[in-house]
């Protein structure tokens, strides 16, 4: 049987030509179609013959067949277009001066801005890459005295996390990372130091979602003895990844270890990164040998929650649990707290972070002020579009009278808008190209930071391209084009007021935000002068600082190497200690619960303690205030004390701790010393109260050098050391150790400078634009008052108290706005300059020097001119 209705050609082509093209050739078309279609069924199969079909009906879908939707009013449109688009080029070919000015000054805010906002975005970014961390909390310990918060401690006891997993419903897992202190390697014949070393669970790779390239997943750090390295650091030792059944000796457990994997590197936005790995249970004797415990939180502690939302169930139940520990004696005014991961880097600054962490603030305040600049860029545009307004109300009132509607009027606002709006995002591609690696080196962003592969970076490009050219285009496009024909052809538009207003008011609000800026870069500055300057209590000049060996059979022959180095006249001191100035509060160890022997209130403070030999305080040029160093006597049972330690406990003369008995850990420690305070982490930080106790060990070897050639000085400390020692000689000077303190301010600071220059010259782009819009306008004005005798100066004043009066209403706005945020940002700092007049009036009094400068680049030019010329010309 035939089925007709299949042998017949497709319809929906057939309605398609109908819809769409012009009616005379519908019938024609459709006949050669079916003729065609029949041929094709003779010489093809049928359904090859249907696909000839539909392929030649959507060829004829092409602009000479189509009909006109819309009628004739289309072909006004398309004509109107081209007209526009023409009149845009035309546009932008004769008035060069304002082309120039409003596509620089948006090259400028779009690319400092997108900068900014990449810097942003990588700050907020921290733990994304880890799917799982929006249900993971980091559990931290904070210290109390009574009802006051004393401290707060990023690191936990390792019991947590199995005591949780076990009791709570809503945690599905667990993980701990106990940090070691640096680590020598051995790799056959070569040594490394590595400081990054952790020693981990078996979860953390699934709960901090790393994978391995190399070794099985299932069964990596389930035993003792085992580590994974990271992609870099096995290129790093071994040259090659394919190292899974090698073994490496570390000087952290004085045996060789088997690599059972290699991960990818940590993330640049993480803030636990590692390059070594190993298996918890190989540091876990070491930490069950403890006498309880309950006396070291020491070890990073993460929960994996079942839901994200469970966060406040589980934080009730950690608050019952602290409550429970402190009832059965196992912690003492201490509050275990869970602290949500994705908020480490921004939000926690406790003591013992795995890394300095940012600042939410400063982010933030990036942010809108990256904003600000691309704002300050498009508000030049408005100006300069409503200063020229009149000049474009003689275009749209003809417009109006041949014809064109008020969207017409609109659409075409908006196409120039787009037009300059390209201009100045394409610009701004190759400014970013071109700025992107000084950028990373000023803002601290890893060298590996790209944003032209990222699809968020284009799509805020494209949101801003949109977002300037609508809020550019839209004065343009709504005022100009509602201007009454007849009104504006006879004149009347010239005596309107609202442009002029519109105008006043943005250029105020520009001046009002680079003037805050400026202010804020200039009190940065200061205040960074200030640290840098600020005593440190210690002389870091000239003192080198060697990593010890981290062995006691390599240390038997340290009192050989220290008194060959002090033999040599180069070499003026020679001391051993666990840590030195300059370095976090990681790298030393903290307790609460010492107080004064009898004392008659006892509180709960956090002491850093500090070990180092008699040599110390002499070599770091500290000052003793009460006392002696260490020396004579028995060593064991003294301790030196710092200012900041005798106040807390109620001393206000240093002579009067002197001799007084502490109880450490249960054994009384007389006081023979109190040290001045010096600045242990940074200016930035306050004292801390520490405590110092012999001890004839240490990480770190501080050698104060003599004058000299350092290079020399150098050399000769490194044969000596590779005479005494094995492992790896490493090195660093101290005061570049503390200036490693200054870098996230430096940072600041620079970024925002940069941002404060760029934000004040677009600005004065807008005002030269401005001054010479209004220079040209009065040009007659300016012909005739030097007929009559004015000078030069008289012309140039003339000209400048119409803006210069605006710039001082925007220092009016802007200084008690500055001076509040100002404030708040110096209180952050323990130690900070005050403000001063200067410290506003300064950047106040350059802002008005660049606006007269930049008014007056262009009213010079008038005012010299022959004014026969002027008025010739007009």
């Known amino acids: 049987m035939v089925n007709v209705k299949n042998d017949l050609p497709p319809r929906w082509p057939i309605w398609l030509l109908r819809k769409f093209l012009r009616p005379q050739y519908v019938e024609e078309i459709e006949g050669d179609l079916e003729e065609r279609f029949v041929d094709d069924t003779e010489r093809y199969s049928l359904n090859k013959a249907k696909r000839q079909f539909i392929w030649q009906s959507l060829k004829l879908m092409r602009p000479a067949l189509i009909r006109m939707i819309g009628g004739t009013q289309n072909l006004n449109n398309i004509g109107m277009f081209k007209n526009n688009f023409k009149t845009i080029l035309r546009i932008i070919g004769r008035e060069k001066m304002y082309t120039a000015i409003n596509v620089i000054g948006l090259t400028a805010g779009i690319s400092v801005a997108l900068l900014m906002l990449s810097y942003v975005h990588f700050e907020l970014s921290y733990e994304s890459s880890n799917p799982k961390s929006d249900r993971m909390t980091r559990i931290t310990i904070d210290y109390m005295d009574g009802s006051s918060l004393i401290d707060q401690d990023a690191e936990s006891y390792h019991l947590l996390g199995p005591m ?160 429970r520990l402190e009832a059965e004696e196992k912690i003492e005014n201490e509050r275990v707290i869970g602290q949500k991961m994705q908020d480490i880097h921004l939000y926690s600054h406790k003591s013992y972070e795995a890394e300095a962490g940012g600042n939410a603030t400063i982010v933030y305040f990036l942010f809108l002020v990256a904003l600000l600049v691309i704002i300050i860029a498009i508000v030049n545009y408005i100006n300069l579009a409503t200063a020229k307004s009149m000049d474009r109300a003689k275009e749209v009132g003809i417009r109006k009278v041949i014809g064109s509607t008020n969207n017409q009027l609109k659409v075409r606002f908006f196409i120039e808008s787009l037009v300059i709006n390209g201009m100045a995002s394409s610009f701004s591609l190759i400014t970013i190209y071109l700025l992107l690696p000084g950028f990373k080196a000023m803002a601290g962003l890893p060298k590996d930071f790209t944003l032209f592969d990222k699809g968020l970076f284009w799509l805020v490009f494209s949101g801003a391209i949109v977002i300037s050219t609508l809020v550019g285009g839209s004065f343009p496009a709504f005022i100009l084009s509602s201007f009454k024909p007849v009104a504006v052809l006879k004149g009347k538009f010239a005596h309107s007021s609202g442009g002029i207003l519109l105008r006043k008011s943005l250029v105020v609000f520009q001046f009002s935000i680079a003037i805050f800026l400026l202010i804020q870069t200039f009190t940065s500055s200061k205040q960074l002068e200030y640290m840098q300057a600020k005593d440190l209590g210690l002389n870091s000049e000239q003192v080198v600082v060697v990593h010890a060996p981290p062995t006691r059979s390599e240390m038997v022959n340290f009192k050989l190497f220290r008194d060959e180095l002090l033999n040599n006249s180069s ?156 492992s790896p000689f490493e090195f660093f000077f101290l005061d570049q150790k503390f200036d490693e303190h200054f870098k996230s301010d430096q940072q600041f600071q620079t970024v925002f400078s940069a941002l404060s220059i760029f934000a004040l010259l677009i600005t004065c782009l807008g005002l030269l634009g401005l001054s010479s819009y209004t220079v040209a306008k009065r040009k007659k004005e300016i012909g005739v008052r030097k007929v009559l005798g004015a000078s030069v100066s008289q012309v140039i004043a003339l000209i400048s108290k119409d803006f210069l009066w605006l710039i001082g209403i925007a220092t009016l706005i802007a200084l008690p706005i500055t001076y509040y945020i100002v404030g708040n940002w110096l209180n952050s700092y323990s130690y900070r300059i005050d403000i001063s007049f200067w410290l506003f009036a300064g950047p106040a009094i350059v802002v008005f020097l660049v606006a007269l400068t930049t008014i007056s680049s262009r009213t010079l030019s008038i005012s010299k001119m022959n004014p026969v010329n002027s008025l010739r010309d007009e």
């Open 164 to 323: 949780m997993k076990a009791e709570f419903p809503e945690v599905e897992e667990f993980t701990r990372a106990y940090r070691m202190s640096e680590a020598v390697l051995k790799v056959d014949e070569s040594s490394f130091r590595a400081a990054r070393v952790f020693a981990v669970d078996h979860s953390f790779l699934s709960l901090f979602s790393y994978s391995l390239m190399q070794g099985n997943e299932k069964t990596a750090l389930t035993n003792p003895n085992e580590m994974i390295l990271t992609e870099s650091a096995a290129q790093r030792y071994f040259g090659t990844t394919d190292i899974v059944g090698k073994t490496i000796w570390t000087s952290v457990t004085n045996s060789e270890l088997k690599v059972v994997g290699v991960t990818t590197d940590s993330p640049a936005n993480s803030h636990l990164k590692f390059d070594i790995l190993f298996s918890y249970s190989t540091m876990k004797q070491k930490l069950e040998e403890r006498e309880s415990p309950w006396n070291s939180n020491d070890t990073f502690t993460y929960v994996l929650l079942t839901e994200a939302d469970k966060y406040d169930t589980f934080s009730a139940s950690i608050d019952k649990l602290s409550k």
């Open 571 to 726: 070499f003026k001191s020679v001391a051993l200690s666990t840590t030195v100035p300059g370095q976090p509060t990681s790298m030393m160890g903290s307790t609460t619960g010492i107080n004064l022997i009898n004392a008659v209130e006892e509180h709960n403070f956090n002491f850093f303690i500090y070990f180092t030999d008699d040599r110390y305080i002499p070599a770091m040029q500290l000052e003793l205030l009460a006392g002696q160093n260490f020396g004579k006597g028995v060593y064991e049972q003294d301790v030196i004390v710092n200012e900041e330690a005798i106040k807390l406990w109620g001393f206000t003369d240093p002579s009067e701790a002197i001799n007084q008995k502490i109880n450490f850990w249960g054994d009384d420690r007389t006081i023979i010393g109190v040290l001045k305070n010096f600045h242990q982490t940074g200016v930035k930080e306050g004292y801390i109260p520490m405590i110092f106790r012999y001890g004839n060990f240490g990480d770190y070897v501080s050698i104060r050098t003599g004058a000299g050639d350092i290079i020399s000085q150098l050399s000769q400390i490194e044969s000596l050391y590779n005479e005494h020692f094995d």
